[in-house]
């Protein structure tokens, strides 16, 4: 008996085993204190975060941030919010294994199963799920995914809200839809080109109708509230494609194929490692159209396609900036299409032999239990415990001013010359402390003194004595020194 059937039978079992998995990859940055990077400056001031927000164009992105932002500066933590971006982040994972589960009929649940808990593992998860963030990208990317559904249900006008509206929270979720409506045709029982090529021009114009449309509400909203749009949201002039293609070809596909490793690779070690895994796509995907050149072909340029739709917005925006939060949809795309097709070759050939396939069960599970190791190992290591470690000494120099002068006296915040040593790994993941960006310090220090019943100013009041936090005696170690690290000059 095939072992999707069997597991299809129980209906609520595979959605337990999600929420299982997902609960013990990121649980524990749900229930402990953390504040990370750009949450800072949101907390010390929602209303400033919230219209930076609509100077992106995101307007319901500013309003659910200030929103919980403000609950957080009440309650004094962020765990409403984290919460609530976690029940996104659960609820998308279940619509996905469920609907992709409905379009194969049950054939593959296993496959699907295992491909769902360990694509939600990729660190572009991880820099998701690691914020209260989460809940803007989880709740979007859930309303792209019911907008596909819904146009091919033939309810266009509903796909045209729900789109719009995930838009109007965060543009670059919204293009998951493209990654997502590959895989449905992907599980179905035959991958039909012209049948995707059909529905993926239907939602591309559900997609440019929707953008228009809260394109319109973003400048009401920019109006009303006396703001102007940010730089960065401008398109791409001509003279920045040459650019823009190089960024695309070095970068976004080395660092989306790459999926799991967070290294800054060099020329030769991107090329060889990028090569292995597209080859094991390729050779997993020739399989799965039982040895046919044309179905491998049109299922190969179908993935393509939705490969490059998915980072639609990273590619006709003017920045050039690599950071994992970018290639979420296209490293998605890449990894679930590997880990599906793969678990189903090596599934059908260990049928025939108990042995085999007792071995293919116990490579799962070792599989499923080193991705949660490692997602709760980059949790402490690159987020929680430089949390701990740089408030420590933040409290130290507060606790020191305290017992010199009381609590009546000014805060100065002296920021670090040059940078803090960086780890040679990629995006947020380079980050031996956060205190590398610059709007981190003073905010962190202002909330920690806050909290120590301290008064934070400039030294503007001559009658008060200075208590510096200085950042040049800060040195990130305890942690730093059981990975490679490069030093970027301070000159």
């Known amino acids: 008996m095939s072992p999707g059937k069997t597991l299809s039978r129980s209906r609520y079992f595979g959605s337990a085993i999600v929420c299982a998995y997902l609960i013990g990859a990121y649980g524990l940055a749900v229930v402990t204190p953390l504040v990370w990077n750009e949450e800072y400056p949101c907390l010390v001031d929602p209303t400033k975060c919230a219209l930076d927000q609509i100077g992106d164009l995101r307007p319901l992105y500013a309003l659910v941030n200030f929103i919980f932002f403000s609950l957080s500066n009440f309650f004094g933590n962020l765990f409403a919010y984290r919460a609530f971006g976690f029940l996104g982040f659960v609820l998308l994972h279940l619509l996905i294994f469920k609907s992709l589960k409905r379009m194969n009929q049950g054939r593959d649940t296993s496959a699907i199963l295992f491909a769902t808990m360990i694509a939600s593992s990729l660190p572009s998860f991880m820099t998701m799920a690691f914020s209260p963030n989460i809940a803007i990208y989880s709740w979007s990317t859930c309303l792209a995914i019911l907008a596909v559904n819904a146009n091919l249900e033939g309810r266009n006008t509903s796909a045209v809200l729900l789109t719009t509206t995930s838009i ?265 402390t956060d205190l590398s960006q610059k709007w981190v310090p003073e905010p962190n220090v202002f909330l920690l003194a806050k909290e120590n019943r301290g008064l934070y100013s400039y030294p503007t009041d001559l009658s008060r004595e200075n208590c510096f936090v200085d950042f040049n005696l800060y040195a990130p170690t305890k942690w730093a020194e059981m990975i490679l690290i490069k030093h970027k000059s301070s000159s």
Not at 173 to 180: E, L
Not at 215 to 244: C, F, H, W, Y
Not at 331 to 348: M, P, T
């Open 168 to 432: 109007l929270f965060y543009p670059p979720s919204t293009f998951f839809a493209f990654s997502y409506l590959f895989m449905l045709h992907l599980l179905r029982s035959q991958f039909r080109l012209t049948k995707f090529a059909f529905n993926f021009i239907c939602f591309s114009i559900i997609v440019i109708s929707s953008s228009l449309l809260s394109l319109l509400v973003s400048n009401l909203v920019l109006a009303l509230t006396n703001s102007m749009p940010k730089d960065r949201v401008g398109l791409l002039k001509v003279e920045q494609i040459d650019d823009k293609l190089l960024f695309f070809l070095t970068r976004l596909i080395p660092v989306s194929v790459r999926g799991p490793l967070i290294g800054s690779p060099s020329v030769h070690e991107a090329l060889l490692t990028t090569s292995i895994i597209l080859f094991l796509l390729l050779f997993f995907i020739f399989a799965f159209c039982e040895m046919q050149i044309k179905p491998t072909l049109e299922l190969t340029i179908g993935l393509s396609v939705a490969f490059v739709a998915s980072l639609t917005p990273f590619l006709v925006a003017r920045p050039t900036e690599i950071d994992f939060r970018i290639v979420r949809n296209s490293s998605w795309l890449i990894w679930f299409s590997l880990l599906f097709l793969g678990f189903k070759f090596l599934r059908e050939r260990a049928l025939s032999s108990v042995k085999a396939f007792a071995n293919l069960k116990l490579l799962s599970l070792l599989l499923i239990m080193f991705s949660l190791a490692v997602v709760n190992w980059r949790y402490e290591v690159y987020f929680h415990q430089p949390f701990v470690e740089k408030n420590m000494f933040i409290r130290s120099v507060l606790v020191e001013c305290e017992r010199k002068f009381g609590t009546d006296r000014n805060i100065v915040v002296v920021s670090k010359l040059g940078d803090f040593p960086r780890y040679q790994n990629i995006g947020v993941f380079s980050l031996v």
